[in-house]
C-alpha cells in the first residue's frame, strides 16, 4: 500500500479528487480510478466516483486545471483504497427519475405508518403519557 501514489488534487472549479497517480506526463497527470471527495450531514468527508457512468478506470487531469495536489494520509489511503474495491464488486445502481424514486418513498412511507398503526403507536395511542 506504501507504494502507491495517490494523491489528493484541487481542482479549479472547486473539486478535490483522490486518485492514483500512474503517470506525471509533460502537461498532465493521468489518474486511475479517482474520486470525488465531498463533504456528509455529519461533518465528515465521504467519497463517490469522479464519473459514475463510465467504465472507464484511467483519466488524464491537464496541469492548468489544478490548484495544488499533495499526498494523503494513510488513514485517507486506506479509506480510499476500500472504497475503491468496493466499486468492483459492487452491482452498478441504476438511474431513477423522479416519479420512480418518489413512488418508492411513498411505499416506504406507507409501510412505515402501517407498522406504527399496527403498534399503537399512530391515532390510537395505547401508550400512557404522564407530563
Known sequence: MEDLNIRHFKLINGEDIIGIVSTKNDDNW????????????????????????????????????IVNSTGIDPDVKESY????????????????NNSQLLSEMEAEIDERMAELYEEGELFNNKKRTIH
Open 81 to 96: 483504497l476500500k472504497f475503491v474495491l468496493e466499486l468492483k464488486k459492487g452491482p452498478k445502481k441504476s438511474i431513477a
Open 30 to 65: 493521468m489518474i486511475e480510478r479517482p474520486v470525488l471527495v465531498g463533504s456528509n450531514l455529519l461533518g465528515g468527508y465521504q467519497f463517490t466516483p469522479w464519473f459514475p457512468f463510465s467504465n472507464t478506470k484511467m483519466h488524464k487531469v491537464l496541469f492548468r486545471d
